[in-house]
Every structure is written in structure tokens, then in C-alpha cells.
């Protein structure tokens, strides 16, 4: 397992952009697949998108794509997520999730390492 601090959430507006960060300890980070989640009150947990360890393969959710990019830097151990044209929905808790695959994965189930989450708030 590897330890996951994310950062970056915050409150931004309709139309705006946040980029998270997702940094981690432990030498096996770089050969993990991540990944980003978010959880609304009263929600599941839901996929956002993921990266397989080299990077080269990556999905999204239907509802961000086009508008979140998901990237990483092994050299940081560091996976980000960029999102932009953010809609006004329920607060959502992002997550980071990793490993321990090298491919890319939409199921919760496969990640075995989850950070505390930052929350993100879009006002209309």
C-alpha cells in the first residue's frame, strides 16, 4: 500500500477550474495504476477517471469527459486532475485511489490505497 495526500479542492464558481493534487509515499507508487473518485452526501462513491502506471492509457466518466484531465509524474509521485467548464452540482469529496495494478480501472474495488479527500464546492 502507499500513503495518498490530495490537495487543490476548494469552492470555485460555475465555469471555473481546480486542478487536485494527489502526492504519495512509498517506492511502488510509480508502477500503480490511479485513480479519482468523488463522493457527494448521500451518494456512492463514483469513478472520475483513471491512469494506468506509464500513463499511456486513461478513462473518464462520461459526465467529466472532455473536461477533466487526468495526468501523473512518477518522477513526483504525483497524479493530477485537472477539471475545467465545472458544473454547479452537490459538494463532492474527491478522492485519489492506487494501485495495486499498473492498468487503468474504473472499480472501486480494485484500488487498495485511498487519500482522505479534498472536497469541492461549484456555486451557480
Known amino acids: 500500500q502507499v500513503h495518498l495526500a490530495e490537495s487543490g479542492g476548494g469552492l470555485v464558481q460555475a465555469g471555473g477550474s481546480l486542478r487536485l493534487s494527489c502526492v504519495a509515499s512509498g517506492r511502488t507508487f510509480s508502477i500503480y495504476a490511479a485513480g479519482w473518485f468523488r463522493q457527494s452526501p448521500g451518494k456512492e462513491r463514483e469513478f472520475v477517471a483513471t491512469?494506468?502506471?506509464?500513463?499511456?492509457?486513461?478513462y473518464y466518466a462520461d459526465s467529466v469527459k472532455g473536461r477533466f484531465t487526468i495526468s501523473r509524474d512518477n518522477g513526483k509521485n504525483t497524479v493530477y486532475l485537472q477539471m475545467t467548464r465545472l458544473k454547479p452540482e452537490l459538494p463532492a469529496v474527491y478522492y485519489c485511489a492506487a494501485g495495486p495494478m499498473a492498468a487503468a480501472t474504473s472499480r472501486i474495488k480494485d484500488f487498495g490505497s485511498w487519500g482522505q479527500g479534498t472536497p469541492v464546492t461549484v456555486s451557480s
Open positions: 491512469i494506468s502506471w506509464r500513463g499511456d492509457t486513461i
